[in-house]
């Protein structure tokens, strides 16, 4: 078990970089779309297509493309629009929306040294910084930018100049703004989410092809949505009720738990559970810290929950030997990008041999607590 401990930690806490491919057309809904050259020559776009440095996406009145970037970040082209997507500066994908909508789907990462950003949107009047964020930029015929966040947080400002001074406005979850060249950035103003989206399915983007969830698979083809956050961890703090089966009384206390993830596949990862939990226990009754870990694998039901089940270590002090433990747990996962990321849960037993004088006696436990993204 150690080694594999040590396989796992090695994995999640790799740092190795592997630059990602071009931006790939995953979806196209209508006939109209056309990739422009830098020599200003256009061929009809198809499904499979990269987008190469420079090079535009035309979309017509009537036809909406969805782009897949190399991290599994999408971004959906809304009907009469203009994208340019040009090489990479610093790790940071770089887009040029020149006109029309664009609804783009970030997933959150560890931006580049140097960098606090790993995509930047660009208009003629305004630049969007963004880590992970579900968002919408258009502009219009006067020129104005509006900029909306449906779910995360994003760094606004009316160049890259300012950008980089952190001269920046910022802009979170249910909140929108406009630029102009006239008068910079307005101040963000509130608005009701629902309401836009299907307002915005209806005026600019292809119904079907826009109603393709990014944390899902795709409706209508084969092609699953991967990703590259191959790793990721997780806190939790919550409360814990331990039950002694063969023996009277319970115990409460508190929970901490530290959860190192390893993706295998879109629904399923490798979970190691390491868990502190102080217990009052012993005739006189006394405190005394209670630990296990484990490992097993977390299965993610769609929506919003997801199962975990593993075996492991346990032991409670100085009152019992080393024995087995296997626990559960089921999550309530939140959207977006905050701090808190799940209710959880769990259900443990422990199968606990006896120390000194302290009789055989497994025990279950239950545990509610809430689980921190790193």
């Known amino acids: 078990m150690t080694s594999f401990l040590?396989?796992?930690?090695?994995?999640?806490?790799?740092?190795?970089?592997?630059?990602?491919?071009?931006?790939?057309?995953?979806?196209?809904?209508?006939?109209?779309?056309?990739i422009e050259g830098k020599n200003g020559q256009s061929t009809p776009a198809k499904v499979g297509d990269r987008l190469e440095a420079n090079e535009k996406l035309i979309t017509n009145e009537s036809t909406s493309v969805l782009l897949t970037?190399?991290?599994?970040?999408?971004?959906?082209?809304?009907?009469?629009?203009?994208?340019?997507?040009?090489?990479?500066?610093?790790g940071v994908t770089q887009n040029d929306v020149h006109s029309g909508s664009v609804r783009?789907?970030?997933?959150?990462?560890?931006?580049?040294?140097?960098?606090?950003?790993?995509?930047?949107?660009?208009?003629?009047?305004?630049?969007?910084?963004?880590?992970?964020?579900?968002?919408?930029?258009?502009?219009?015929e006067?020129?104005?930018?509006?900029?909306?966040?449906?779910?995360?947080?994003?760094?606004?400002?009316?160049?890259?100049?300012?950008?980089?001074a952190g001269t920046v406005k910022p802009l979170k979850t249910g909140e929108y703004l406009t630029a102009s060249s006239e008068r910079g950035l307005s101040e963000p103003t509130r608005y009701e989410v629902s309401g836009y989206l299907k307002s915005l399915e209806e005026r600019q983007m292809g119904l079907n092809t826009y109603r393709l969830d990014p944390r899902a698979p795709f409706a209508d083809s084969a092609e699953p949505f991967?990703?590259?956050?191959?790793?990721?961890?997780?806190?939790?703090?919550?409360?814990?009720?331990?039950?002694?089966?063969?023996?009277?009384?319970?115990?409460?206390?508190?929970?901490l738990s530290y959860s190192p993830r390893l993706r295998l596949s879109r629904a399923f990862a490798l979970v190691v559970d390491?868990?502190?939990?102080?217990?009052?226990?012993?005739?006189p009754r006394k405190w005394t810290p209670a630990y296990r870990i484990g490992a097993g694998l977390r299965w993610n039901l769609g929506g919003r929950i997801s199962i975990e089940a593993?075996?492991?270590?346990?032991?409670?002090?100085?009152f019992t030997q080393n024995g087995m433990s296997y626990f559960g747990n089921l999550s309530w996962n939140f959207r977006g990008q905050s701090l808190v990321r799940a209710l959880v849960f769990g259900f443990g037993y422990y199968d606990r041999p006896a120390k000194?004088?302290?009789?055989?006696?497994?025990?279950?436990?239950?545990?509610?607590?809430?689980?921190?993204?790193?």
């Open 104 to 140: 783009a789907l970030i997933r959150k990462k560890q931006a580049q040294p140097g960098s606090k950003y790993h995509f930047l949107f660009r208009s003629r009047n305004a630049v969007m910084g963004v880590r992970g964020t579900d968002l919408v930029m258009s502009t219009g």
């Open 310 to 318: 593993g075996a492991g270590r346990e032991q409670w002090g100085t």
């Open 274 to 283: 390491a868990s502190l939990f102080p217990l009052k226990l012993g005739e």
């Open 226 to 255: 991967t990703s590259t956050e191959t790793s990721y961890s997780r806190f939790r703090l919550g409360a814990i009720h331990v039950r002694q089966i063969t023996d009277k009384g319970y115990d409460y206390s508190a929970i």
């Open 69 to 90: 970037y190399g991290d599994g970040s999408r971004a959906l082209i809304g009907k009469s629009s203009v994208l340019e997507i040009p090489e990479e500066k610093d």
């Open 142 to 164: 006067g020129g104005a930018t509006e900029a909306r966040i449906i779910e995360g947080l994003v760094d606004m400002a009316t160049n890259e100049e300012q950008m980089k």
């Open 6 to 34: 040590f396989f796992l930690f090695a994995h999640i806490f790799s740092n190795a970089s592997v630059a990602a491919p071009r931006p790939r057309i995953s979806n196209i809904q209508g006939t109209g779309a056309r």
């Open 356 to 374: 000194g004088s302290d009789p055989k006696n497994p025990s279950v436990t239950a545990s509610t607590g809430l689980e921190f993204g790193l």
